[in-house]
């Protein structure tokens, strides 16, 4: 059971899900700043990492794959980029690529307990 537990779809989802929570995390920052002068958005892009990782075998990423980075879009005359328009699009995409992870993992465990009990 424990080789089930530790599937490269199961870290992987983990993995996106702890993805999409920092991403979240950033979003927000982004919108509380979005009128402190000179503040510079925060992306958190850990998707090339996952697919690698996934790749590799694994699907567990470092705690540094979620570091959120600045971002370079254009700034406003105050020197602030954060866009309220893209920010709010970004948070219902991530909202819904982490709502669909976290069934995909709903399902992965709801598995693994039916297999469990038939044993």
Do not use: C, H, W
Not at 92 to 97: C, D, E, F, V, Y
């Amino acid at each position: 059971m424990r080789a089930v537990l530790d599937s490269v779809t199961l870290n992987a989802m983990t993995s996106a899900l702890n993805g999409f929570s920092a991403t979240q995390s950033a979003i927000a920052n982004n919108i509380a700043n979005m009128d402190t002068p000179n503040y510079k958005a925060q992306e958190v892009d850990f998707s090339a990492a996952l697919a690698q990782s996934v790749a590799d075998g694994s699907g567990v990423l470092p705690a540094s794959a979620y570091a959120p980075t600045q971002s370079l879009d254009p700034t406003q005359l105050d020197g602030n980029n954060v866009s309220l328009s893209d920010e709010t699009l970004e948070e219902i995409s991530n909202g819904l690529k982490f709502q669909l992870a976290s069934q995909a993992a709903t399902q992965q465990f709801t598995e693994v307990q039916n297999a469990a009990e038939v044993n």
